[in-house]
């Protein structure tokens, strides 16, 4: 027997060195083959830096799909010995196989070569599952990164409600794809186990199940810490006055394990405890089952916590931009339609520029003097004035972190708040050269959707009359660009 497997042994051995070769260089090798697709996805294309950090996310979901797909295929091939895993069974699979080919009685050379290949076929399906799993595994630690960065980049195109609207879609559904990949990630008895103690997600958004799956996955991670007993070496092996003993942990497993492996682990526990496959090691193998399961679940719930992060931003952004939306019909209804065109002018024509300092400001003011002087008196200031008075401040910080998601403003908007006393007073008085010398201090060459946040914030919350929301906008115009002194100054007149 043991000359027959000889040759089993010396295969598998080098199939060993070929693969610890592999694993080695596994983390290097995986992110210069991601890089070469990046290059070949963008072909010396002149990209915006937001279109370049999509291809680099979008190749690297389909790197990882591919991966996916290889795993799959390969799956089947691993099992052709008795349909169990031959990791960590190599040493008993193929011998019993071996036994029953000797005695068929219709054993000859070629049907033994072609056992032997079947043997290094399912040991190198195994490991190249293993290889397969840890390059996705890599290449899924570098998703969130990627998606940051797409975040970034894109935070400063400017874009309108729709389209912003639409890049919210487009990134609640890749962090849908991420969430697929991460628990997929798991093996599968863990999955199951996942599904079961989940229980029905019917009626939840996106974020409340990832946060929901993310506690769950805590949850059973402790259970299973919980249920880790002591580990104790098997009893010696005693023949013919020798004495072998063994030490507590199987020293051929050992952690970390990869997808692939911890399922065979599990099948070797299931083994070890259902059928007569003997029980060395099992307190072993039965406490390193479940402090791996417990590894693996505890990453998959720190994946799928950045997972809610990102997600409940993206439902922010998509709800501050129906708020807009809603807010732009509300200045409709209560100063008129002319309004609200003024209003979505206002803030279109802010993104992409940035705050103007005092004296453009003030140069810029000056061309509505003339008929603000004629509109405003002494009781209009003082209306608008107490209309400040009676902002709801609460109301208004929530303003403000709707209306800066919804327009895109990237700035602290918050910082702001200490511009409503300035308002207050330049209100009364008439002159405003003091409030545009204070948001010099404070934002000058920021983003000017910060500014047109802050005033419909203001809107919202204060009861502003028609005169006053004139008077904002030809304040918040001067502080961005001339392109609506006419406008604004023709919808004065008419007031």
Known sequence: MAEFMNEQVYSQQQIDNEYNARFNTLITDTARELEERKVAAKSAQVLAPSESAAVDQQVTLEFIDSKKKQYISIVPNIYGLYGQSPFFMMGVLPRQKMREFLNSGSADSQALMSLYSMFDNVYKSALELKALSLSVDILAGKLAELANSRSQAESVVPLDGAAWFAVQNQRLSIIGLELDIHAQQLPEFLQTELVAAAGSLTGMTQTQVLLHYKATLERMASTKMAEIRPVVAPPPFKRGGVTINFTAANPKISSPLSKPELEALNELVYLQTHTPIGTKWLSYHDALLKAESARHLTSTSSALGGLAERSNEAEQIQSAIKFTMDFYKEVSERFGVRAEALAKELSKNAKGNTIRNAGEAIKAFDQYKNVLSKKFGVKDREAIARALDALDKDVMSKNLTAFGK??????????????????????????????????????????????????????????????????????????????????????????
């Open 406 to 495: 919804g327009l895109k403003a990237i700035s602290n908007i918050t910082d702001l708040f200490s511009l409503l006393a300035e308002a207050k007073t330049s209100s009364r008085s008439g002159d405003w050269v003091p409030f545009f010398v204070k948001v010099e201090s404070l934002v000058v060459g920021k983003g000017a959707t910060t500014l047109v946040a802050f005033m419909f914030g203001l809107t919202a919350a204060t009861p502003l009359t028609i005169l006053g929301f004139a008077l904002l906008t030809a304040v918040m115009g001067a502080l961005i660009d001339d392109a609506l002194v006419g406008k604004i100054n023709d919808y004065v007149i008419n007031l």
